[in-house]
């Protein structure tokens, strides 16, 4: 295999690899959300509409095993629980923001 398809294939991995987490349902949405702070799960449901409280729990978790998303437990009274994007997780609110730009104009608005 020459140098440039060897390039390519590892340029292909690393979309691989970022679409088995970004690719599954909801979960740009679930960044996209929390791209404007930290939220209860409660909040979080009601922004993310749609999503019931099983898949939302899953891809939470999904998430924090992917170093995208912390969960805090704040003591109480009352105990809260809130989730906030890592650094790795804001990183990719710009990125998600040009994705919806780039739907916008060639989804959305683009004549078929």
Request: aromatic share 4%; charged share 20%; glycine share 8%.
């Amino acid at each position: 295999m020459d140098e440039q398809a060897t390039e390519a294939h590892q340029c292909d991995a690393a979309v691989t690899l970022a679409f088995s987490i970004l690719g599954k349902r909801w979960n740009g949405m679930i960044i996209d959300a929390l791209g404007g702070g930290e939220m209860s799960f409660v909040v979080l449901r009601r922004t993310v509409t749609g999503i019931s409280d099983a898949v939302l729990s899953d891809r939470l978790s999904e998430l924090s095993d992917a170093g995208l998303v912390l969960r805090e437990v704040n003591a109480g009274p009352p105990v809260t629980v809130v989730y906030r994007l890592t650094d790795a997780g804001r990183e990719l609110v710009p990125v998600l923001a040009q994705l919806g730009d780039w739907a916008r104009l060639n989804l959305i608005a683009a004549p078929r």
